[in-house]
Structure formats: C-alpha cells, structure tokens
C-alpha cells in the first residue's frame, strides 16, 4: 500500500455526517439516518509520472471508501474508484527536492457499494471539492517539505536551477561549503 488516510475532520464537518449526504446519496441517509461517517482514501501505487520537457504530469489511481460510524463499528457502504490527472511542478527548497500537484481533471466510477446504484454526477463535484480543499493542501504540504538531495555533509547548493527533460529532472547548482567557526557559519564557494 503506498498511502492510506482516514479523513474523519473537514473543513465542512457536515460531509462527515449521513445527513449532509441526504440529497446526493439519498439512499445512504434512508439507511443511516443522522449517522456519522468518515472516508478511507487508498493509494494502491506510486502516481504515474510523465516527466517530458517544462512539464511534469501525473495520473493518480485511488479507491474512495465511505463508511458510517455506528458506535464502536466502522461499516464500508460504497467504494468509488477515482483516477485523478493533474500537473506537477518541483523546486528546489534548501537543500532539497520539493514539489507541488494542481489537479486538471478527475474521472470517477462505482467500484462497489452496499446502498445501490450511486448517481456519479452527482457525487463528483462533492468529490472534486474535496479533493482540492482537503485532499491535495495536505499532500502539497507533504511534497513541499520535499526529499533530501545527496550532498556531502558540510555542503550546501547556491542558485540551484532545475531542468526537465524526457523523463528526467536535472538539478543544476553551485555548491557552497559551510564551515562552523564558534557559533557562526562561513559560506564560501
């Protein structure tokens, strides 16, 4: 499993509530009145990455499970398949590898459920709007942070450039040493 994450806060709380699922998922209210939820999301793989010359896309597949909580028990009623496609970009942040994903489209279909036939065209702008207020801040925040580059210790990149090409990122840079001298750092190139 490449990455799993149970979302149980949004921003609106009520998404995480039977209730204000009433009129996409008219049936999952029917059959949970009022309950609580919360919704599994499941990476199976690492994204398929394209990197080709000033730009960078990827296709992610996923599994979007939504359970109701009742009590002590987590119940899984519908799991949709998502496929999103968006564009990456990488930057260089200290001395690391960091990036960032802007998603451009997201094509959904039922996997499986346990309340019947779901309307896709009604759930898919719930699901786009969760994507991109929940879903992706928190894994732009995660790349952002980015991948450390091997340098030997001491060293540090200065005016670090990046190149894609066909499908490869090339990190250009000057290396500046850092020498510790009572407390105070020295750059020198």
């Given at each position: 499993?490449?990455?799993?994450?149970?979302?149980?806060?949004?921003?609106?709380?009520?998404?995480?509530?039977?209730a204000?699922?009433?009129?996409?998922?008219?049936?999952?209210?029917?059959?949970?009145?009022?309950?609580?939820?919360?919704?599994?999301?499941?990476?199976?793989?690492?994204?398929?990455?394209?990197?080709?010359?000033?730009?960078?896309?990827?296709?992610?597949?996923?599994?979007?499970?939504?359970?109701?909580?009742?009590?002590?028990?987590t119940?899984?009623?519908?799991?949709?398949?998502?496929?999103?496609?968006?564009?990456?970009?990488?930057?260089?942040?200290?001395?690391?590898?960091?990036?960032?994903?802007?998603?451009?489209?997201?094509?959904?279909?039922?996997?499986?459920?346990?309340?019947?036939?779901?309307?896709?065209?009604?759930?898919?702008?719930?699901?786009?709007?969760?994507?991109?207020?929940?879903?992706?801040?928190?894994?732009?925040?995660?790349?952002?942070?980015?991948l450390?580059?091997?340098?030997?210790?001491?060293?540090?990149?200065?005016?670090?450039?990046?190149?894609?090409?066909?499908?490869?990122?090339?990190?250009?840079?000057?290396?500046?040493?850092?020498?510790?001298?009572?407390?105070?750092?020295?750059?020198?190139?």
């Amino acid at each position: 499993m490449f990455m799993h994450w149970i979302v149980d806060k949004l921003p609106e709380q009520s998404l995480l509530n039977t209730a204000g699922w009433r009129f996409i998922i008219p049936q999952l209210y029917k059959k949970y009145p009022n309950d609580d939820m919360n919704l599994n999301l499941s990476l199976s793989d690492p994204p398929d990455v394209q990197i080709s010359q000033q730009k960078i896309d990827a296709i992610v597949y996923a599994d979007f499970i939504l359970n109701v909580v009742e009590g002590v028990d987590t119940i899984p009623v519908a799991c949709i398949s998502l496929k999103i496609s968006g564009m990456g970009s990488v930057q260089i942040t200290g001395n690391n590898l960091a990036g960032n994903f802007k998603m451009d489209d997201l094509n959904m279909s039922l996997k499986w459920s346990k309340i019947g036939t779901l309307h896709m065209f009604l759930i898919q702008p719930v699901m786009w709007t969760l994507i991109e207020t929940v879903i992706l801040p928190y894994i732009n925040a995660r790349i952002g942070i980015g991948l450390p580059l091997p340098l030997i210790d001491g060293f540090m990149l200065r005016n670090a450039e990046i190149i894609t090409s066909y499908s490869r990122i090339t990190v250009c840079s000057d290396v500046a040493y850092q020498e510790s001298f009572d407390g105070a750092r020295i750059y020198t190139s």
